[in-house]
């Protein structure tokens, strides 16, 4: 069983121009993060590297890992520490080919232990399943059970990520079923008090998980 104990992992919002800068060091201030992917549609690549290269340097400030979603291409022009792929996406295999062995790549599983054995085996580093909770945050498909989580962490070393509709009130029972991480957008940023308090609301329940 991997025994680490649970980290966070910040999404961005699909804003992330203007003062989102600011409101994503305050969040990092209030850490440990493990990690934060950067998440942009429908913008050309120029603007997303544009939008990306000052979160990458806050990022970097902070020891986080820099994750670009879907986007092979600029993960590799930016210096990603990693990249998140969906079922849809570029391949495990091409993706592994054009970043190379260092690269963390992580893969979008669902609600499925066939999709998530599928990446463990091909190298993935981490497997993300949800969504767990409705989410504003995109349209999902998929409700995985609790017991997912926990079958996972008995079974592989690969980190497991838990994803959708994750706040500080619902978060507890994914803690102990196994998760590696949280992923956690709108809790976050959309968060009366603040990025960072939320941050600090999420790390304060995480430092109080018994350890294995």
């Not at 020891?63 to 996406?89: E, K, P, S, T």
């Not at 993935?124 to 989410?135: C, I, K």
């Not at 609790?146 to 978060?171: H, K, R, Y």
Request: aromatic share 8%.
């Amino acid at each position: 069983m991997n025994d680490t104990s649970c980290q966070l992992y910040l999404i961005s919002p699909l804003d992330v121009g203007g003062s989102f800068p600011d409101h994503l060091r305050e969040a990092l201030e209030a850490g440990p993060v493990a990690a934060f992917q950067f998440r942009v549609k429908d913008v050309d690549q120029q603007e997303a590297a544009r939008l990306a290269e000052p979160l990458k340097a806050i990022c970097d400030e902070f020891d986080v890992a820099f994750i670009v979603n879907d986007d092979v291409a600029l993960a590799r022009q930016l210096g990603a520490d990693g990249v998140h792929l969906g079922q849809g996406d570029e391949s495990l295999k091409n993706a592994r080919d054009t970043l190379g062995l260092d690269v963390q790549i992580g893969i979008t599983c669902h609600d499925s232990r066939h999709l998530a054995m599928e990446a463990g085996e091909g190298g993935a580093n981490y497997v993300a399943f949800g969504a767990f909770f409705p989410t504003a945050t995109k349209v999902t498909h998929h409700k995985p059970e609790l017991d997912l989580l926990q079958w996972w962490s008995e079974m592989m070393e690969i980190p497991c990520v838990a994803i959708g509709g994750i706040t500080p009130e619902n978060c507890q029972p994914l803690i102990d079923a196994g998760a590696d991480f949280l992923a956690v957008c709108g809790a976050v940023w959309s968060d009366p008090a603040g990025p960072a308090a939320a941050v600090r609301k999420f790390i304060d329940i995480m430092d109080d998980r018994p350890a294995d």
